[in-house]
């Protein structure tokens, strides 16, 4: 293979590797950093919705008197309360997730576009060169 061959294979290599290669990586690596915070929140509400079920089922069995019944209810409100608290807090967490994600997504875009058009018109004037130098070579044979 003749030097120029290999410099083109090389640097289209490199292009690809730019071009594809790259931001494939760059965007698979935030979506499984989105995916992962995304599963430990789902998994943190679990946890906590599920603590505060069986607490109740606990209570609820060891209601003995109208007494007991009294602070079941009034715990069973607080708890209502507190988990409606805890919802609109983890929907937040989600909504800010998403949105941090689709910021981060739309700058991986944006910076894609750049370097492909900086990309684009390096390929343009390395093409216009040898073009040139093609003529060049043709008018001095002559």
Do not use: C, H
């Not at 607080?78 to 608290?85: H, R, T």
């Amino acid at each position: 293979m003749s030097k120029t061959t290999e410099q083109a294979t090389e640097q289209a290599t490199q292009q690809f590797e730019s071009l594809f290669v790259a931001p494939a990586r760059a965007y698979g690596s935030l979506t499984l950093e989105y995916y992962e915070k995304l599963m430990a929140a789902q998994l943190d509400a679990f946890r906590t919705y599920s603590d505060l079920s069986l607490a109740q089922a606990r209570a609820w069995i060891d209601v003995k008197d109208a007494e007991g019944l009294k602070q079941v209810v009034a715990d069973q409100q607080k708890a209502v309360q507190d988990l409606g608290e805890r919802l609109q807090g983890d929907t937040q967490k989600v909504v800010t997730l998403s949105q941090e994600f689709l910021q981060k997504g739309q700058k991986l875009a944006e910076e894609n576009v750049k370097s492909g058009q900086k990309l684009a018109e390096e390929n343009v004037k390395n093409g216009q060169k040898l073009a040139e130098d093609a003529v060049k070579k043709v008018q001095a044979s002559k």
